[in-house]
């Protein structure tokens, strides 16, 4: 089998070779995302839920779904998990009585607050390496790399996918 001939530098800047060292990286910090919040006794659908309702307050459940990135059947499976494990309660929404809204119990508060606080420390130790300035301009770059993803994405043509 012939040697493939070793990248050169302008390889290393194109879209494919970047997509490429994002999606490692990303896949990398995801499991170690999902062996801290595992090792709290919690899932990760479960955990952003509480998250969420920890940082943002009482949610309905499509809020909180558009906030985890779960669709509305995952929602509803990891509400009720939550709510019979006496960490959620649901409550009529005033605005729409078509849905409901989310909010922690006191179990809830307690736990979140110690998983989060330990979440947090785990997800520091990854980005540990990158000075302050980095950590900023990973931030900006990762955004800005993010909204012209959306962009194209809302500007596809249903046959651009397929």
Same mark, same amino acid.
């Given at each position: ?57 009482? &949610?309905? /459940? ?7 990135? @779960?669709t509305s059947g995952s929602m509803?499976? $990891? #509400? ?49 390496? &990158?000075? /302050?300035?980095?950590?900023g301009l990973l931030g900006d @770059? ?6 012209? $993803? #959306? ?12």
């Open positions: 089998m012939p040697k493939r001939p070793p990248a050169k530098n302008s390889d290393k800047l194109q879209g494919v070779h970047l997509w490429l060292l994002l999606w490692r990286a990303e896949r990398a910090v995801e499991e170690h995302a999902y062996r801290s919040v595992r090792g709290l006794g919690l899932g990760i659908s479960d955990f952003g839920v509480m998250e969420a309702l920890f940082h943002k307050g009482p &949610l309905t /459940v499509g809020a909180i779904g558009k906030k985890v990135l @779960l509803t499976a $990891a #509400v009720d998990r939550l709510e019979r494990q006496g960490l959620v309660r649901r409550a009529d929404d005033p605005a729409d009585r078509r849905s409901c809204i989310v909010h922690l119990t006191d179990a809830g508060q307690a736990l979140i607050v110690d998983a989060f606080i330990q979440h947090k420390a785990d997800m520091e130790r990854v980005f540990a390496s &990158l000075s /302050v300035e980095e950590r @770059l990762l955004r800005k790399v993010g909204r012209e $993803a #959306v962009s194209l994405n809302d500007t596809a043509k249903p046959n651009d996918t397929e």
